[in-house]
């Protein structure tokens, strides 16, 4: 097993007092006048999400939103007040602190927002470290270690310290360091914010690269849409410590819970997001018809190819089925935005 499933329940963090008694007196669901009420602030609130096997989950939110204390639940860096965590079916919060750092070191690796590298140590037994924690020997640790070296493009500079690299070779530092001991759930917190936008995109195509090699179960926190959209095969959108949606980027921009996660969705790439299946329509009785493209082809796809068809170009499922038609102006809404055709 390569890799694992990761569950939250009724997950919440609450911030005060006395958390587990304020949560007892609520029967674990306090309402948010009453938490406001006691003076806490509830960091997650009943949170409940699956990561499946060999995900990209990605998790979104306004800054204090709750991401980063979620994620450090599912780890459980941070205690959670109420509710469960399953690793792999394993309940994690019933786990023995020895058992649970074992765990740590073995199954899960993280990369923190903010992280450092140990500015004394080279690049190199900055990787090895976790091994070196572990009691792996020096030469058993360092040909992992050039191996992960390798895999995040840094093969030669094995012998440099932190402060010679850029800030896009460090972060590839702290992404192999988090990998080499070949967790089965991989924490990413906002892995490449601090980057400029040129060597984050750069980044973000190493980091697919990287995961269509390994296929973790992967915890992926951005405040960035197109980040999200990149790199996620689900997006969790968070406010005020709640999971407000969950879906796939072309479900959130289809059918946003609300105008918080419409807001998040706004500025989109649509056209490489959003599907024919999306955009379609029924034909109407006697209708002409041209063509025919895939219900899973993106609008960017087959655009051009629709704007060129005097007629609406029909929408074939899996088994070539028409299921509809696709004509120019549902492109058009696509390309230049509802709004401007309305
Ligand atoms: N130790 C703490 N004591 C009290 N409140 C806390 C504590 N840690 C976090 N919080 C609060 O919990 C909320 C969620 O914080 P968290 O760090 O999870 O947000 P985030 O979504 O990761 O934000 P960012 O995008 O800025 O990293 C914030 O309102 C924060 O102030
Ligand atoms: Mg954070």
């Not at 569950?7 to 306090?30: E, I, N, T």
């Not at 941070?78 to 469960?84: A, D, K, L, R």
């Not at 923190?112 to 140990?118: C, K, P």
């Not at 990413?188 to 980044?203: G, K, N, Q, V, Y």
Request: hydrophobic share 45%; net charge negative.
């Amino acid at each position: 097993m390569t890799n694992a499933t990761l569950v939250c329940r009724d997950l919440w963090k609450l911030y005060g007092p006395d958390p587990k008694g304020f949560m007892a007196q609520h029967a674990s669901r306090p309402s948010e006048d009453a938490i406001r009420a006691a003076g806490y602030v509830a960091a997650v609130a009943d949170a409940s999400i699956e990561i499946e096997r060999g995900e990209i989950f990605v998790i979104m939110g306004l800054s204090g939103s709750g991401k980063s204390t979620l994620v450090r639940c599912m780890s459980r860096l941070i205690e959670p007040t109420s509710g469960g965590v399953l690793f792999d079916g394993l309940d994690l919060l019933s786990v023995s602190p020895a058992d649970l750092i074992e765990l740590r070191r073995h199954k899960m690796g993280m990369v923190f927002q903010h992280f450092a590298l140990l500015p004394h140590l080279s690049v190199l037994d900055n990787v090895a470290f976790p091994l070196e924690i572990r009691g792996v020997g020096r030469r058993e640790r360092e040909t992992p270690a050039r191996e992960m070296i390798e895999l995040v493009g840094l093969a030669g500079r094995e012998n440099y310290m932190p402060h010679q690299l850029s800030g896009g070779q460090q972060q590839r530092v702290g992404i192999a360091r988090s990998l080499i001991t070949n967790p089965d759930i991989w924490f990413l917190d906002e892995p490449f914010s601090a980057l400029d936008p040129l060597i984050r995109r750069e980044m973000q195509n190493e980091f697919m690269r990287l995961q269509d090699a390994l296929h973790k179960t992967i915890a992926f926190i951005t405040h960035d849409f197109d980040e999200a959209v990149r790199v996620g095969d689900r997006i969790a959108i968070m406010r005020d410590g709640r999971i407000v949606q969950v879906g796939t980027p072309e479900e959130l921009i289809i059918a946003p819970a609300d105008s918080y996660v419409a807001d998040f969705t706004r500025e989109a790439p649509r056209s490489k997001i959003l599907s024919a299946r999306a955009i379609m329509r029924d034909a109407a009785a006697g209708e002409t018809v041209t063509g025919s493209i895939p219900a899973t082809a993106k609008v960017c796809e087959f655009a051009a190819r629709v704007d060129g068809s005097e007629h609406p170009v029909a929408v074939a499922d899996e088994a070539g089925r028409q299921i509809g038609v696709v004509d120019r102006r549902a492109v058009m809404r696509v390309l230049v935005g509802a709004e401007e055709l309305a």
